[in-house]
């Protein structure tokens, strides 16, 4: 059903892909499934870069205004993805009366672990890149390569969480359920900062 090892690869791929070339919009994986996970990571991809540009210096209110809204809108998208992943397992499962109701619910789904992997295939990219910056200061090298090192370890031992609770889903002594993550701060009629200020006069 999950192939981490697949997940982890296309995450590097397109993460060096598109820090060298501007994304194709019709581009996607040869599989649906990998389609997803791509688009998913293209989310964590767009807002790890929209952060670098709220911490530039000199970036005036306004901008950063306008990051902040560009932040909520593109966290909100990488939500609604991890969640697809989840309903499109799901629905790879239900004709074979998967996952089984009666086995031990894991406290994470398999679209949260794979959110969790496309940021750590992020932070080893760019670890990577500033252990191998030219300009850089005396020891930046070298705490960067041991960063580098725990950061593959932590992606490897989450890749193997991952595949295991594939197989024993499959297996059907193992099951997750989709949990919504339901964020509030993105629908005005729950952020009292938004539904608050409504009706009230101009200066009240």
Known sequence: MLSAAEIAALH???????????????????DDWLSQVAAQHRANFELWHIEDEARTPGCTDAELAAVKRRVDTTNQRRNDLAEQLDRALLAMLAPKNLPNNQASLH???????IDRLSILALKIYHTREEAERKDAP??????NR????ILEEQRADL????????RETVAGSRRFKLYRQLK?????????????????????
């Open 138 to 143: 005396q020891g930046h090298a070298e705490r």
């Open 159 to 166: 890749a193997a969480c991952l595949d295991t609770l594939g």
């Open 107 to 113: 406290s994470e789904s398999p679209g949260l672990i």
């Open 146 to 149: 041991e960063r580098l090192a």
């Open 12 to 30: 590097d791929e397109l993460t060096a892909r598109w820090h060298s070339d501007a994304f194709d919009a019709n581009e996607s994986a040869a």
């Open 184 to 204: 509030m701060y993105n629908d005005p009629s729950l952020n009292p900062a938004v539904y608050g200020k409504r009706g009230r006069a101009p200066g009240s």
